[in-house]
């Protein structure tokens, strides 16, 4: 391309980009939507913003409360001991947003030194601009930080992986079920030119769910496979895995892609590279694909169960300790977004999950591992 066509190319919209790859080759599966939609490298959502807090797009747990953070670095310590403390681990956070968790983490981590002394840091971010906002958000950590763009460029070896809302960002395929089969549900064009949803033409064979016409089966095919990577990678070098979305403990039909931009659902074909896009993630999914690497799973439990194991109310009665009233009353409201375990709330609708070798029989925050394994 020349100076000018780059220049042109840059100025349009991803949306207009997805339009011309549909018409030039036909509809595209939800999964390529997603992946361009967040993580095109010039257009996409997190490539070009900063989503995060009240005036961005959504909220998450490291953003409420620095208790979050810290209590997972606390696991971290304690797993660490538990998988025999080997003498150096990386500590691998994937999609770190604005770094506040693993900086939360590292803090409280000092509280074990031996651990502290034993980490490297390597995050996994795809996006340059929220990177640079993870080294400003770590510079004091005391710890040397690497940048990775996909796990695959993490270097082997021992390593405790940790991922709060990652794998809902991880894109999904989507199944329709037809009088004829299953066919997928691709973006394409409608009569004037705008996305949207349509089926395949073939159906897809190798789908041998039962289920009434009509009937949507959701597949995290990219979530699957990371996590078969991560626990595979345990079950060879050491560690552990702390996975934390929203999500849902068995798999049923339906499907939960979502767009958010400014706190509200939008429409998720209205302007990708705008919106925050995510699915709820399948645990029992992740569950089988960490299972069939022969490592042992813990959980999952929800996030609000979790957090009170490890501590949370302590952790908020010393923080309020040296608090002034507003301060104390920011802890609270905090704690009660955290926990509160009514179906609506984030207690209840997170889920926690940690991936180990077998020999790990049990982790913290988690309740004891069933004695057939
Ligand atoms: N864990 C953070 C941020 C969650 S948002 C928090 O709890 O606040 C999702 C994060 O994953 C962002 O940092 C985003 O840029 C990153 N991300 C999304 N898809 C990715 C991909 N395919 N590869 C690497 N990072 C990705």
């Excluded at 790859?21 to 070009?48: C, F, N, W």
């Excluded at 089988?288 to 490890?310: I, K, M, T």
Aim: no cysteine.
């Amino acid at each position: 391309m020349t100076e000018t066509q780059e220049r042109a190319h840059q100025e349009r919209s991803l949306k207009d980009d997805i339009r011309e790859i549909v018409a030039d080759e036909g509809p595209i599966s939800i999964e390529r939507y997603m992946a361009l939609a967040l993580t095109h490298p010039t257009k996409g959502y997190y490539t070009t913003r900063n989503p995060f807090g009240v005036e961005g797009d959504f909220v998450t747990a490291p953003e409420i409360s620095q208790m979050f953070g810290e209590l997972i670095g606390l696991w971290a310590a304690e797993i660490w001991t538990l998988i025999g403390a080997p003498p150096r681990i990386r500590l691998v956070e994937l999609g770190p947003g604005r770094g506040a968790l693993m900086a939360d983490a590292l803090r409280a981590a000092r509280a074990a030194p031996d651990f502290f002394q034993a980490i490297d840091v390597h995050l996994v971010e795809a996006s340059d601009l929220l990177a640079e906002q993870q080294r400003q958000a770590l510079r004091d950590s005391g710890k040397p930080v690497t940048w990775h763009k996909g796990l695959d460029e993490v270097p082997q070896g021992p390593a405790i992986f940790i991922a709060n809302e990652f794998f809902d960002a991880l894109p999904v395929r989507h199944y329709l079920k037809t009088a004829k089969g299953w066919r997928e549900r691709l973006v394409g064009l409608d009569p004037e030119g705008e996305l949207a949803f349509g089926l395949s033409e073939e159906t897809e064979p190798y789908i041998k769910a039962k289920a009434e016409d009509g009937s949507i089966l959701e597949i995290g095919a990219a979530a699957q496979r990371l996590m078969t990577q991560i626990a595979a990678r345990i079950v060879t070098e050491n560690g552990a895995t702390l996975a934390i979305d929203y999500g849902y403990a068995r798999t049923a039909f339906g499907e939960t892609l979502q767009a958010v931009k400014a706190h509200q659902f939008v429409d998720p074909l209205a302007e990708p590279g705008q919106a925050d896009l995510t699915t709820h993630v399948d645990f029992s999914a992740l569950a089988r694909a960490a299972s069939s690497a022969n490592a042992r799973v813990h959980g999952p439990v929800e996030q609000g169960a979790f957090l009170r194991e490890l501590g949370i109310f302590q952790r908020a009665e010393t923080l309020k300790r040296n608090a002034t009233p507003e301060q104390a009353a920011q802890v609270d409201s905090a704690l009660a977004r955290l926990i509160g375990d009514a179906a609506d709330e984030m207690g209840a609708l997170f889920k926690v999950l940690a991936v180990t070798r077998r020999s790990v029989k049990e982790a913290p925050g988690f309740a004891p591992a069933g004695a057939e394994a």
